[in-house]
Every structure is written in C-alpha cells, then in structure tokens.
C-alpha cells in the first residue's frame, strides 16, 4: 500500500555533495512517524548494501563506509526521508533505494542512480 518515489540523483563530481528525496504515499502522517526508513545501494553485479537507517524517534546509524560524509533525516509531517551525501566518491557511484518497514511490512522504492566520476 505504501508507494515511495526517491529522487535527487546524478552525476557529481568526486568531493561533491547530492541530497536525495524519498516521498511516501499512501500512509497518513501517524502511521508514517513510526515507521523506520533507511536507505540502501546497490552497484552493478554487487548485492544490495544498507546506508542508514532512521528511526521515528531520529535515531540514526550508517555503514562504516559513509559516516561522517552521509546524514539521513526524516520530515515527518511531509513523510519525505532524506540523505544529505557529502565528499562523495566514486566508490559511492550506485543506485539509491529507499526502504519502509513497519512491524513485519516493508516496502521499496524504485530507485535513483547516483554517479561519481570525473
């Protein structure tokens, strides 16, 4: 039932910075606040890797590779999730998922390519 559409991807530049947008649909604004969001990545030929997650409280946590570059953060109100990408490499070059789980329900969204390369 819930629908969630990731958007803000591109082509950088290495040391560059993108934001993603993740925005839900179909859920109200109750539900949605205590759910967890996360963002996963998943390059060509490789399996699909967490990012971060965030919590409807704001707890946070991310992968090794990205912390103190990456930050994920949730408005609520809009049900939107976002992950601010900074200093990014070309390592990080993927497609950029969006996850909901709430109790036993999980849902994906489609998709956003990021590229980094000179």
């Known amino acids: 039932q819930v629908q969630l559409v990731e958007s803000g991807g591109g082509l950088v530049q290495p040391g560059g910075s993108l934001k993603l947008s993740c925005a839900a649909s179909?859920?109200?604004?109750?539900?949605?606040?205590?759910?967890?969001m996360g963002w996963y990545r998943q390059a060509p030929g490789k399996q699909r890797e967490l990012v971060a997650t965030?919590?409807?409280?704001?707890?946070?946590n991310y992968t090794d590779s990205v912390k103190g570059r990456f930050t994920i953060s949730r408005d609520n109100a809009k049900r939107t999730v976002y992950l601010q990408m900074n200093s990014l490499k070309p390592e990080d070059t993927a497609v950029y998922y969006c996850?909901?789980?709430?109790?036993?329900?999980?849902?994906w969204g489609q998709g956003t390519q990021v590229t980094v390369s000179s």
């Open positions: 179909g859920i109200i604004f109750s539900i949605f606040s205590f759910s967890v």
């Open positions: 996850n909901y789980k709430k109790d036993y329900r999980t849902t």
């Open positions: 965030i919590s409807g409280l704001g707890s946070t």
